[in-house]
């Protein structure tokens, strides 16, 4: 099993970022996807998670209205979209895998990627 975060970088506030997570070793569709957060000394948090479908998503209230995921199966990828950045934001960026639809909890993935860095300057 496999997944690989891209996409991360350094970003002024305001401004918009695309993460993808490549998946591969087991059926992505039929996986839930989610993506997490960990900025320095702060517990890893949930931001986003979608279903193997696609057809349904819920996300963190400190993202909501900002932030939007996506998954394409025939791809094996997802994506988080992240508009209107901010300080706040920054973090190492984490997707995860699990069968299960929607959790939220880091504790109850199956599967991680290694994260990409995502910098928001003010």
């Known amino acids: 099993v496999q997944l690989v975060e891209s996409g991360g970088g350094l970003v002024q506030a305001g401004g918009s970022l695309r993460l993808s997570c490549a998946a591969s070793?087991?059926?992505?569709?039929?996986?839930?996807m989610g993506w997490f957060r960990q900025a320095p000394g702060k517990e890893r948090e949930f931001v986003a998670v979608?279903?193997?479908?696609?057809?349904?998503?819920r996300f963190a209230d400190t993202v909501k209205g900002r932030f939007t995921i996506s998954r394409v199966n025939t791809k094996n990828t997802v994506y988080l979209q992240m508009n209107s950045l901010k300080p706040e934001d920054t973090a190492v960026y984490y997707c995860?895998?699990?069968?299960?639809?929607?959790?939220?909890?880091?504790?109850?993935?199956?599967?991680w990627g290694q994260g990409t860095q995502v910098t928001v300057s003010s």
């Open positions: 995860a895998a699990d069968t299960r639809f929607p959790l939220v909890r880091a504790t109850e993935y199956d599967y």
């Open positions: 070793g087991f059926t992505f569709s039929s996986y839930a």
């Open positions: 979608i279903s193997y479908t696609g057809g349904g998503t």
